[in-house]
């Protein structure tokens, strides 16, 4: 019993002891040397997770999209991003789609080799795996119908494999 409760608290102390906002600092300092900034974000450093709520997002001094909702939930055996309502700038409306409803990316220690990502939104539904090691993303994606009239010129990208069951998309990086 003791060491049940030993092995309970050293996951609290771990979990809550990361610096999730010391983590969450770094990668916007990354984003920056790629002219990404997250700005207008109101941070929320809870013990097991860490939430962002109304970023937006600018690309080279533009705002391209508002997101209402990122949720981290670092644990150690699954670590999950959940992000939620993103709303694209009208500027993008042709090239992607204005509404992504939820994006959620999974890395957990039973399949240590992927990350697995979904996301739906008025595009329809997407569901893949990045490889950690092949730096490989294929993402299988149900189009929507009433995104299929805008899809043709995506579809148009050598990248993308027309299905039985509808999209694959492979990139290598």
């Given at each position: ?14 979990v809550?002891?990361?610096p ?12 920056i040397?790629?002219n990404i900034q ?6 929320d450093?809870k013990?097991f997770?860490f939430?962002?709520s109304?970023m ?6 533009i705002n391209v999209?508002k ?13 999950t991003?959940e992000?939620k ?9 042709n090239?992607m789609p ?5 994006i959620k990316i999974?890395?957990?220690l039973?399949?240590?080799l992927?990350v ?6 008025d ?5 893949g795996?990045i ?7 294929i993402?299988k ?5 009433s995104f299929?009239?805008r ?9 993308i494999?027309?299905t ?7 990139y290598?990086?």
């Amino acid at each position: 019993m003791k060491i049940l409760i030993g092995s309970i608290l050293f996951f609290i102390l771990l979990v809550g002891g990361l610096p999730k906002k010391n983590i969450y600092y770094f990668i916007e300092h990354k984003l920056i040397d790629k002219n990404i900034q997250l700005v207008n974000e109101k941070i929320d450093d809870k013990l097991f997770s860490f939430s962002l709520s109304s970023m937006d997002i600018l690309y080279n001094q533009i705002n391209v999209a508002k997101v209402e909702n990122i949720l981290i939930s670092p644990y150690l055996f699954s670590n999950t991003i959940e992000i939620k309502k993103i709303h694209i700038n009208e500027i993008l409306k042709n090239t992607m789609p204005s509404k992504i409803e939820n994006i959620k990316i999974v890395y957990s220690l039973l399949n240590p080799l992927n990350v697995e990502l979904s996301a739906s939104g008025d595009f329809g539904i997407i569901e893949g795996t990045i490889g950690i090691f092949t730096r490989l993303l294929i993402a299988k994606i149900q189009i929507s119908n009433s995104f299929k009239t805008r899809f043709s010129v995506l579809s148009q990208n050598k990248n993308i494999i027309k299905t039985k069951k509808g999209y694959v998309y492979e990139y290598q990086f």
